[in-house]
């Protein structure tokens, strides 16, 4: 993990005073270049090769005068190229959201399967890989029944639609979207029955006391249900 390469950029951005600058300048070239360029995101290489290159510059300098605002500034494009990083071997290709129609949803849907495939999942936190994909799925969903005002309206007056819920508010549960994502044929009857069994009861898995209830394991076998059942929907809504 690269946390104390993060750490030390993290320094840099939080510099008041030149005393500890030189120190932290030299030592984070060479532990830059013990990275891998392709092991960042597509969208970070470019700003990592630059970096580093910048790293190296700034290791070399022997007094600071006016160049402070300019170093916290390097410090933190530093620490925020490595969010972008997958880790060694990775070579980090995750994948892309473009059938999300909200920017904004679509960011944080990025973000969090980023999250699950190159932390998560290689970690073996499995709870937290059936949660987070019962989450990124029931994101996409709603995206997906209330991309605009004509879908919101049939989605609500479906037959499978849930009574006295409000969609906008998020009150519907992941087997709502998912049924009524089904009537509107937005995803095949086939493939959802096997979704819904699998990520149904995720969100017990949130609170301790519904997952001693639920009696249901979280192993690395569910962990790699869930995750498949999502990229399944993904797979496609893909164009």
Not at 93 to 121: H, Q
Request: charged letters at 25%; a positive charge.
């Amino acid at each position: 993990m690269i946390a104390y390469i993060k750490r030390i950029a993290d320094e840099i951005a939080g510099l008041q005073g030149a005393g500890k600058a030189f120190e932290l300048l030299r030592v984070l070239p060479s532990e830059l270049d013990r990275l891998d360029t392709r092991d960042f995101l597509p969208a970070g290489r470019y700003d990592f090769v630059l970096l580093r290159a910048r790293a190296h510059s700034w290791g070399r300098i022997t007094t600071i005068s006016t160049e402070m605002p300019q170093i916290r500034s390097f410090g933190k494009s530093i620490s925020t190229c490595l969010d972008l990083y997958g880790g060694e071997g990775s070579r980090a290709i995750s994948r892309l959201f473009a059938f999300v129609s909200d920017a904004g949803l679509r960011n944080i849907i990025e973000r969090d399967y980023r999250e699950l495939s190159l932390i998560l999942l290689p970690g073996g936190a499995w709870k937290s890989v059936v949660v987070m994909s019962g989450s990124i799925l029931e994101a996409i969903l709603y995206d997906q029944l209330t991309k605009d005002a004509s879908t919101q309206a049939r989605a609500v007056t479906a037959s499978s639609a849930p009574r006295r819920k409000d969609i906008s508010r998020g009150e519907w549960r992941l087997h709502d979207l998912i049924q009524v994502a089904v009537e509107l044929t937005i995803l095949p009857a086939s493939r959802a029955q096997s979704i819904d069994q699998i990520l149904r009861d995720y969100r017990n898995f949130v609170h301790p006391k519904k997952e001693l209830r639920s009696a249901h394991p979280c192993s690395e076998a569910e962990a790699l249900l869930s995750k498949g059942a999502l990229d399944s929907v993904c797979n496609h809504l893909t164009p």
